[in-house]
């Protein structure tokens, strides 16, 4: 008999309190064994028939339930995975204080499996130096404290703290789940990823671009949010859902992606430049849709160099340490290729992959090798884009700076 992964789900007093019934659903019917332990004051916004029903489990919110089984203490035991979503400003006070005062904190100071926080507040209080002081405290402890989304939160206001979407949240729990009992390593990391494909205009309707579709980016923003890191992804043109707890920073052109890494990475721990960025943009920009030649010729097109990124950020490291990966999509000798890109741009991992118009571009699995500036060489085989991501992260957490 296979023994379903145990997952407690936390649900403190927010209005986001609703939207957790997307995350319990996603959980259940992914075959895990979820018990939901809402605050009392959780339960003013989503009833404990509505968490049993959905979850299968008993609910309780006081320790003085069940009394029998010691459920402030065995529920945390026995679990393989603490989510608490939303997790309120009182909530993250209560845990990085170590307050138990119902079912949900207890559960929380008896847990030793991994412990994933998705917090939902106001602006102002997410901002507030006490919230950030409180999760500064639990992701030293190893918590994974996922930042939250910008958007409309209560009444007419708009900002920051709003919960991240169910489905990004569920990605992140699965991810930790499949690590097992492996430490957030690149907890108190900022790490920055480019994902997708640049677009450098010809006219108002016309542009040369790739068949990036971002994936691999956005699978290693993910792997990173989901290890503890802070992550800015700087994304081109992929049309992918901004992912959880990741600062997310849209570009359209190799210029825009530039400048927008050269600001990332000034206090960046590592930097994975995944994105097909054009080695080429139009040296003039027609500002009215280019026109048929009436003799039936093709226009001509005259291009200049875009900015090498990649070479221009290994040779110019924002911070002494810093890791820099870069990406080569190949069409033939591909290996050959990669280590002659990787001596020229200078950087201190390069991952190698095949492309072409049926490989890789669109698709959810990568085959590649991973240079590296010491000569190693590790073979990803073909499979989800997640295995390349989490790989690349295996080698780049050995070779980060020591922070004291």
Request: hydrophobic share 45%.
């Amino acid at each position: 008999m296979v023994t379903k992964p145990k997952v407690v789900l936390g649900v403190s007093g927010g209005i986001a309190a609703y939207k957790a019934c997307e995350l319990l659903r996603r959980l259940t019917e992914s075959g895990h064994d979820v018990r939901v332990v809402p605050t009392d004051s959780a339960l003013h916004f989503v009833g404990a028939a509505t968490w049993s029903a959905l979850s299968g489990n008993p609910v309780s919110t006081e320790v003085w339930e069940s009394v029998h089984e010691v459920p402030h203490v065995r529920i945390g035991q026995a679990a393989d995975l603490v989510v608490v979503a939303p997790a309120t400003a009182d909530m993250l006070a209560k845990a990085a204080h170590g307050l138990a005062d119902d079912l949900l904190t207890n559960t929380l100071l008896t847990a030793r499996c991994p412990v994933v926080f998705a917090p939902a507040m106001h602006t102002e209080m997410w901002e507030h130096p006490a919230t950030q002081e409180n999760v500064a405290t639990l992701r030293r402890r190893g918590a994974v404290v996922i930042e939250p989304a910008v958007g409309r939160l209560t009444g007419v206001d708009t900002g920051k703290g709003r919960l991240p979407d169910p489905a990004e949240i569920f990605e992140i729990c699965r991810r930790i789940l499949t690590r097992g009992t492996a430490a957030p390593d690149l907890t108190g990391r900022h790490v920055v990823v480019s994902a997708g494909g640049t677009r450098e205009p010809l006219d108002p309707v016309r542009y040369l671009g790739n068949r990036s579709s971002g994936k691999q980016g956005y699978a290693l923003a993910r792997a990173a949010a989901a290890r503890g890191a802070r992550v800015t992804l700087v994304e081109a043109n992929t049309g992918i859902p901004d992912p959880a707890g990741v600062d997310v920073v849209h570009v359209g052109t190799a210029v825009q992606l530039r400048e927008a890494v050269l600001k990332a990475v000034s206090d960046a721990d590592a930097v994975v430049m995944a994105a097909a960025v054009a080695d080429f943009r139009p040296a003039v920009y027609a500002t009215g849709k280019i026109k048929k030649k009436d003799d039936g010729g093709a226009p001509t097109v005259e291009l200049v160099r875009n900015p090498d990124i990649l070479a221009e950020i290994s040779a110019d490291r924002a911070l002494p340490g810093q890791v820099v990966v870069g990406f080569a999509a190949e069409t033939d000798d591909v290996l050959a290729h990669g280590r002659e890109k990787l001596r020229r741009k200078g950087c201190d991992l390069l991952v190698v992959n095949e492309v072409g118009e049926r490989k890789t571009f669109g698709s959810e699995e990568n085959e590649a090798v991973v240079l590296a500036s010491d000569g190693a060489e590790t073979p990803v085989p073909y499979g989800p884009k997640e295995a390349l991501a989490e790989t690349v992260w295996d080698l780049v957490v050995p070779r980060l700076r020591a922070t004291t």
